[in-house]
Nanobody, 118 residues
Framework: QVQLVESGGGLVQPGGSLRLSCVASRSIFSINDMGWYRQAPGKQRELVAAITKSGSTNYADSVKGRFTISRDNAKNTLYLQMNSLKPEDTAVYYC????????????WGQGTQVTVSS
């Protein structure tokens, strides 16, 4: 069972930046498309950024141009660089397999809270 541990969240002012990290307990990034999800209070969890096994990236329209997903296979670590943060980016952020098939999802980590507020 792969464990995912997210970190790097915090409180930041609008326009600020944060870099999130997700460490996997074993090497999976070369065999899984991975993504960053977020869940705001009262809303469903949504996929905001994804990176394929080959390194191609995709972003939700709401974060395109502001967020960058990357990974370091040697460190089993997935990153999300978030710039020009907005209050509507406030959510708990999680990493997991980038898939719509629930059978292919990994166990969810605890997530990391991002709060954008002045």
């Amino acid at each position: 069972q792969v464990q995912l541990v997210e970190s790097g969240g915090g409180l930041v002012q609008p326009g600020g930046s944060l870099r999130l990290s997700c460490v996997a307990s074993r090497s999976i990034f070369s065999i899984n498309d991975m993504g960053w999800y977020r869940q705001a209070p009262g809303k469903q969890r949504e996929l905001v950024a994804a990176i394929t096994k080959s390194g191609s990236t995709n972003y939700a329209d709401s974060v395109k141009g502001r967020f960058t997903i990357s990974r370091d296979n040697a460190k089993n670590t997935l990153y999300l660089q978030m710039n020009s943060l907005k209050p509507e980016d406030t959510a708990v952020y999680y990493c997991n397999a980038a898939t719509i098939n629930p059978m292919l999802m990994l166990s969810w980590g605890q997530g990391t809270q991002v709060t954008v507020s002045s």
